[in-house]
């Protein structure tokens, strides 16, 4: 789990440092941080399960309060009320139950 942190953490410093001068409407930067950095989080997330890593979602809520421009102490529920987003625990979790589905479907359809 600490090498998917690292690289989460290394993938936002990236993506801070290219978008930092550019003006970008929010929902693009969110976009930009779905495709990077929480593609990167969520990497193998069917296999290594339903584990809650509150490093990964100390990374999430940075970005968005960088993104907004508010202080650490802004509780999450406002960050996430405020940009109608989803903690990434849920896109996880959403992931890992379709894998679930498509396994057992699998078998059904004699695939092995």
Request: with cysteine.
């Amino acid at each position: 789990m600490d090498a998917l942190y690292n690289k989460s953490l290394k993938a936002l410093c990236t993506l801070k440092s290219i978008i930092k001068d550019l003006h970008l409407p929010i929902t693009v930067r969110f976009d930009l941080s779905d495709t990077h950095v929480a593609s990167i989080m969520s990497n193998c997330c069917e296999i290594w399960g339903f584990f809650k890593s509150e490093r990964l979602k100390k990374i999430h809520k940075k970005f968005l309060r960088q993104t907004l421009g508010v202080k650490l102490t802004t509780s999450k529920y406002a960050l996430f009320g405020e940009t109608g987003r989803l903690p990434l625990c849920i896109k996880r979790n959403e992931s890992i139950v379709k894998y679930w589905f498509k396994v057992l479907n699998a078998f059904d359809s004699n695939y092995i």
